[in-house]
């Protein structure tokens, strides 16, 4: 069965400093991969996802930058946080339509 | 043409009784619709989904309407217990390889015991 991983699962961090969010997916391969931001009782904003190994493609314009250096692995990395940083970030991959999430990390930027 | 609008933004239901929440898109493309279940502090969890050429799914207690014509989908969750309290989102999606989803902007349910 597939497994997801997240971390890490809590972050706070001041502003300015940077920022480097890891998730594995485990199980299965080739697959798409997706980083979610939530802030606080509201939605899920489409970040970044990404097809296959270094392809990745931004939703948003931002701060922040993804990379995806191994099939199953995605990373969202911020070279200086700001305030309006702070959320619930969620991972999620998919091999059709069916998107699974990952635990999410919750980050506060201080 | 992107949206998808969900519909109530919180709801409270008396333990026993139905639950119902609406969404509904403009894009005729999207041909994915399903639904997730969110508890405090966790990631969403795939609930049910459906796809344009069927109409209803059921699994267990909760079902999927959907109506094409009128651009429609919605969940019912039957039977609802103070368990089913959460936050509850629907999205859709369009056939192409990414699958992106466009969410809706979530229902807050709180059933009452």
């Known amino acids: 069965s597939q497994t997801i991983h997240q971390w890490p699962a809590t972050l706070v961090q001041p502003v300015g400093s940077p920022l480097s969010l890891e998730c594995t997916v485990e199980?299965?391969?080739?697959?798409?991969l997706y980083w979610y931001r939530q802030a606080a009782g509201r939605g899920l904003q489409l970040l970044f996802y990404s097809v296959g190994i270094g392809q990745i493609s931004s939703e948003v314009p931002q701060n922040l930058s993804a990379s995806r250096p191994q099939d199953r692995q995605f990373i969202l990395s911020s070279k200086k946080l700001l305030l309006s940083d702070s959320g619930f970030y969620l991972c999620a991959w998919s091999r059709g339509h069916e998107q699974y999430f990952g635990p999410g990390t919750r980050l506060t930027v201080t | 043409q992107q949206q998808v609008k969900q519909s109530p933004q919180s709801l409270i239901v008396q333990k026993g009784g139905i639950s119902i929440i609406n969404c509904a898109y403009e894009?005729?493309?999207?041909?994915?619709f399903p639904w997730y279940q969110q508890f405090p502090g966790k990631g969403p969890a795939l609930l049910i989904a459906?796809?344009?050429?069927?109409s209803e799914k059921k699994e267990g207690r909760f079902t999927i309407s959907f109506n094409k014509s009128a651009k429609q989908f919605s969940l019912h969750i039957m039977d609802s217990q103070p368990g089913d309290s959460a936050t509850y989102f629907c999205?859709?999606?369009?056939?192409?390889?990414?699958?992106?989803?466009?969410f809706g902007t979530g229902t807050r349910l709180k059933v009452l015991a």
């Open positions: 894009n005729t493309a999207f041909d994915y």
């Open positions: 999205a859709a999606s369009r056939p192409e390889g990414t699958y992106k989803y466009i």
């Open positions: 199980g299965t391969s080739n697959p798409n």
């Open positions: 459906i796809r344009p050429d069927v």
